[in-house]
Nanobody, 122 residues
Framework: QVQLVESGGGLVQPGGSLRLSCAGSGRTLLRNTMAWFRQSPGKEREFVAVMSWGGWRTDYADSVKGRFTISRDSAKNTVYLQMDALKFEDTAVYYC???????????????WGQGTQVTVSS
């Protein structure tokens, strides 16, 4: 059974940084496309970042490009999202996901974590 557990969320001031972690069990993340999505109240879940299973390709939503970085540690079976220069509009619940297909659609991904709250506030 595949499990993904996110951590690292919290309250941060605008301009600050956070690093989210997503630890996988039951399946090696190495052989899957890995992604981060986020969802704010009243909004649909939206794509944030994706990394191919080999790690050679990454893509980002325009709203986070240049500020967020997706990475992984294969030895720890963990994927990360480094978030810098955070803005009020980055406030959301952040979810990690894994799947077989590369892309930015929710339905590209088969397994999801429970989410971690990120709040950007002064």
């Amino acid at each position: 059974q595949v499990q993904l557990v996110e951590s690292g969320g919290g309250l941060v001031q605008p301009g600050g940084s956070l690093r989210l972690s997503c630890a996988g069990s039951g399946r090696t993340l190495l052989r899957n496309t890995m992604a981060w999505f986020r969802q704010s109240p009243g909004k649909e879940r939206e794509f944030v970042a994706v990394m191919s299973w080999g790690g050679w390709r990454t893509d980002y939503a325009d709203s986070v490009k240049g500020r967020f970085t997706i990475s992984r540690d294969s030895a720890k079976n963990t994927v990360y999202l480094q978030m810098d220069a955070l803005k009020f509009e980055d406030t959301a619940v952040y979810y990690c996901a894994i799947g077989r297909a590369y892309g930015s659609r929710v339905d590209n991904f088969d397994y999801w974590g429970q989410g971690t709250q990120v709040t950007v506030s002064s």
